[in-house]
């Protein structure tokens, strides 16, 4: 009468061996979404942000918009960082520091924001005594537009220029970013400035400035990779070829 539990607990210990022998199923990948064999995108070379560390710009206006500023009497005068205007007109030339800011490559050309130290150009009726302050400059390197704000007001788009291609604007020996271009004024910062002095001096779509800007970048920061320089020519341009960097 024992022969059937005997039996009985010989396939329950055989079942019980073949199940602990069966492999359990795998699970999905907690990385990676079930059915996709696909791995995670990695960051691509050129999308970092090379910090600037400082420098300076040169701003000048050109020769045609400076004469038609002193035939309606008005004069440039240079802001110093406290907001004090210049007892002494300027010839047109003013010097602006970098504060801060980045770089990147934007398909190929230079991208990034330049913030510029608080100094400015003031713009005086000598007529009205009325002084017109232009501070806190921005470039918007991946717009191409130039900011400022006017009198303490809102800030406004002063105007635009053309973007630089990355691999000749950017110099490895030393780490520095050259731009040599054209600021072309927008037509609401014509209007806002010909108010302002009282005066009709500028034209929207017409020649407002021309800058200059050497600006320091992260020496620590390998440019070619970060900026995909690969393609690079050594040196830069140096601010030289606007009008060819301006084209595609």
Do not use: W, Y
Request: aromatic share 2%.
């Amino acid at each position: 009468m024992r022969a059937r539990p005997l039996a009985t607990a010989a396939v329950l210990a055989l079942t019980t061996a073949v199940l602990a022998a069966t492999p359990a199923p795998a699970r999905p990948s907690a990385t990676a979404p079930s059915g996709s064999s696909r791995p995670a995108a990695a960051r691509l070379a050129g999308n970092t942000e090379v910090p600037v560390e400082g420098g300076s710009a040169r701003l000048a206006v050109p020769p045609a918009l400076l004469t038609a500023l002193h035939t309606r009497g008005v004069a440039l005068a240079e802001i110093d960082t406290q907001g004090r205007i210049s007892p002494h007109f300027s010839t047109g030339d003013v010097q602006l520091g970098i504060r801060s800011g980045a770089v990147t490559n934007s398909g190929g050309k230079v991208g990034g924001e330049l913030r510029f130290t608080r100094a400015g150009i003031a713009l005086i009726n000598i007529k009205t005594d009325k002084a017109v302050k232009l501070t806190g400059f921005v470039g918007d390197l991946s717009q191409g537009k130039l900011s400022a704000v006017i009198d303490r007001g809102p800030r406004i788009a002063l105007g635009t220029f053309p973007r630089p291609r990355t691999a000749s604007s950017v110099d490895t020996e030393p780490a520095a970013l050259h731009m040599n271009t054209a600021i072309t004024v927008s037509a609401v910062a014509a209007a806002r400035l010909n108010a302002a002095l009282g005066a009709a001096c500028f034209t929207g779509g017409g020649s407002l400035l021309h800058v200059r800007i050497d600006a320091a970048l992260d020496p620590s920061v390998d440019l070619g990779t970060a900026l995909n320089l690969s393609h690079r020519t050594r040196g830069g341009n140096d601010g030289r070829r606007t009008d060819d960097d301006a084209q595609g």
